[in-house]
């Protein structure tokens, strides 16, 4: 899975499970230190509440659908 750099050092990078981890490193190149891994559902929704239209008439789960649910994932709206 890639990296993505935002800004400053900090990385987001989505790992197989659909969680993504956030770091902090030096370069594209550098591990960095995690700050924290946020888990599928909970990405699925925060991209949903943050997108023009929010979490309504089902767009956590086209956001899930989007991020590439992993198979053992379970798609539950989140309140």
């Given amino acids: 899975m890639g990296k993505f750099h935002y800004n400053d050092g900090l990385y987001f990078e989505r790992i ?8 902090r490193a030096d370069s594209f190149e550098d591990d960095g230190e995690e700050l924290f891994t946020v888990d599928c559902n909970s990405w699925a ?3 949903a509440s943050v997108s023009e239209g929010g979490e309504h008439d089902g ?4 956001a899930l659908r989007f991020h590439g649910e992993p198979e053992n994932a379970e798609p539950k709206m989140l309140a």
């Avoid at 197989?16 to 770091?23: I, K, P």
């Avoid at 767009?59 to 086209?62: I, N, Q, S």
């Fill in 45 to 47: 929704s925060i991209v």
């Fill in 59 to 62: 767009r956590f789960f086209e």
């Fill in 16 to 23: 197989a499970d659909g969680s993504v981890r956030v770091t």
